[in-house]
C-alpha cells in the first residue's frame, strides 16, 4: 500500500477530487497490474495533459499535423521519472547523460472497447514498452492491455502485440512534438518486454517517494 494514501484520504476524503497524479493508488499489485489516468483517447484532434498543480485536464497544445494517439494514452499515478530511472536507461543505451524528465511514467493502454473520453482511470497489465529519449531526458512509453479485455487480455508480452499496433504507436510518439518547421529531438532506441517493464515502475515507484516524502511527513500531521 502507498505510504501516502492513508494521509490524503483524511485530507481530500469525499469532499474533493482525487489529484491523479497523487491521490490516486497505483494498486496493490503493482507493477503487475497498475492504476493508470486516462488522459487521452484516439478520437481526441488535440493534445490533453493534467496539470500538475490542480489536477484537472488542460489543453496542452492542437495538434499542428494530422496525428491521433493509437490507443488509450496516459500515466501511471505515484510514479516519477528522475535518478532511477534514468540510470537504467543510461545502463541499457551505455550512456551517461540522461536525465529524467521529472513526470509520471506514461503509458498507452489497448483494448477493443470504445472509449470516447479521458478523465478516467483504468487497471491494465504493463506488457513492454519503448525506451524513448527526448534530448537527454528519458521518457519511457509503456504498453499495457485492459485488464481482462476480451481482446487484448491474453496477451503477456510485447512480443504478443501484433508489429503493425507497434508501428503507429512508434510513428505517433516519434512525431506527436512535431512543430511546423522544427523538427523535435525525440529517439526509441529499443523496444522492450515485459520484465523491463517492471523494472521502470519499479524505479519510477521508487523515484517517487524519494521526491515526495516531504507531501508524506506534512499530510501526516495534518
Not at 39 to 66: C, N
Request: aromatic fraction near 10%.
Amino acid at each position: 500500500m502507498s505510504k501516502i494514501m492513508d494521509p490524503i484520504g483524511r485530507l481530500m476524503g469525499l469532499r474533493y477530487k482525487s489529484h491523479p497524479w497523487h491521490g490516486i493508488e497505483i494498486g496493490p499489485d503493482a507493477p503487475e497490474i497498475v492504476t493508470c489516468f486516462i488522459e487521452m483517447v484516439p478520437t481526441d484532434t488535440v493534445k490533453y495533459e493534467v496539470d500538475k498543480v490542480s489536477g484537472y485536464l488542460r489543453l496542452d497544445r492542437p495538434q499542428k499535423f494530422s496525428n491521433v494517439v493509437p490507443a488509450l494514452y496516459g500515466f501511471i499515478p505515484q510514479t516519477f521519472c528522475a535518478n532511477s530511472v534514468a540510470e537504467f536507461c543510461n545502463q541499457k543505451t551505455e550512456r551517461t547523460d540522461i536525465k529524467g524528465d521529472r513526470d509520471p511514467i506514461d503509458i498507452c493502454v489497448l483494448t477493443e472497447k470504445d472509449i470516447t473520453h479521458g478523465d478516467i482511470v483504468v487497471m491494465a497489465r504493463p506488457i513492454g514498452g519503448f525506451r524513448m529519449i527526448d534530448g537527454t531526458e528519458a521518457d519511457d512509453k509503456l504498453v499495457a492491455v485492459l485488464n481482462d479485455d476480451a481482446v487484448y487480455g491474453n496477451y503477456k508480452d510485447i512480443t504478443d502485440c501484433p508489429q503493425l499496433v507497434l508501428d503507429r504507436l512508434r510513428h505517433y510518439f516519434l512525431t506527436y512534438k512535431d512543430l511546423p518547421g522544427k523538427e523535435s529531438n525525440v529517439e526509441i532506441t529499443h523496444v522492450y518486454g515485459i520484465e523491463e517493464a517492471h523494472e521502470v515502475i519499479r524505479r519510477s515507484m521508487d523515484d517517487y517517494h524519494h521526491k515526495f516524502d516531504n507531501l508524506d511527513i506534512f499530510l501526516s500531521e495534518v
